[in-house]
């Protein structure tokens, strides 16, 4: 059976998706900032077993509809219900988004490796860290710039989206600033902030400052605070380059992360 889930369900559905906290942070996030009772862009649906577990939750976040099971469920009901959201974009871990494959019209696919951290061994210890400020709002507009130079963040959120980040609390940051230049030359950011854990975000280093470890000194400062919170946090990345630098500090790949565009 699939329904409609409201506020009545949170307890059942938290305790379903934070059994993986990391995949489900999106979910979580979003649970916790808009609720159950949003229909203007945010609706949850549940599917559940013969006993009353739930065994699927379906997520529509404006156009984007994000999947989470840990088995089977019944894609064509599901694919159903997200062609009359008018979607655009199907996300979640590919396990569970393949299985929509023959009841959507996709337009595009992309697939990116998902990545944990849950402990603070291996992170950066070095002299490095007394350069690391931590992020303001008034350093976003610096932070956009850095991003602006580097090549992989032609498309980045614009300074005032970044802004509303740090005005909500739901991302925080740390960053290396060159007082010489006026300019950030290396950063790293979370987003998506609940609970139980955070996305790791817009890892950058100016061109000129690469290979002297500011990524992994930024981000080790950035995770430490995060990790003694007891969160989770987690990351998307598809350039091997990058990948190393993750792994390096303690990251560990836990599934592929499926991204579709939905055909108009």
């Known amino acids: 059976m699939i329904r409609k889930l409201n506020k009545e369900d949170k307890e059942m559905v938290m305790e379903y998706l934070t059994k993986e906290p990391a995949l489900n942070l999106f979910m979580i996030g979003d649970i916790e900032n808009y609720g159950f ?5 945010q609706e949850l649906w549940g599917e559940f077993d013969k006993t009353g577990d739930l065994k699927a939750v379906l997520l529509r976040y404006y156009d984007n509809n994000i999947i989470y ?3 089977q469920y019944d894609a064509k009901a599901i694919a159903d ?5 008018e979607p655009k974009m199907v996300t979640g871990k590919k396990s569970c988004v393949e299985k929509l494959d023959p009841y959507l019209e996709i ?10 951290l849950d402990k603070a061994g291996e992170l950066y ?9 931590k992020t303001k709002l008034e350093d976003v507009q610096l932070i956009w710039d850095l991003h602006q130079r580097v090549e992989e963040f032609d498309n980045m959120d614009s300074v005032e989206r970044k802004e509303k980040k740090y005005k909500d609390k739901t991302g925080r940051g740390y960053h290396i600033y060159n007082e010489t230049k006026d300019k950030i030359i290396s950063c790293a950011e979370t987003t998506a902030e609940n609970s139980f854990s955070a996305m790791v975000i817009g890892v950058a280093t100016d ?14 400062k950035l995770c430490k605070e995060v990790l003694a919170e007891g969160k989770e ?5 598809d350039n091997p380059s990058a990948g190393k630098i993750y792994k390096r500090i303690g990251f560990e790949d836990i599934g592929i992360w499926s991204m579709w565009n939905i055909k108009d």
């Open 37 to 41: 009772n949003n229909e203007e862009f």
């Open 69 to 71: 099971s840990r088995g």
């Open 81 to 85: 219900i997200i062609k009359d959201n």
């Open 107 to 116: 337009a595009k696919k992309r697939d990116t490796y998902f990545a944990k």
């Open 125 to 133: 210890k070095g002299e490095l860290l007394d350069q690391i400020t």
């Open 207 to 220: 061109s000129g400052h690469r290979k002297k470890g500011l990524a992994s000194a930024v981000m080790s």
């Open 233 to 237: 946090l987690c990351l998307f990345y």
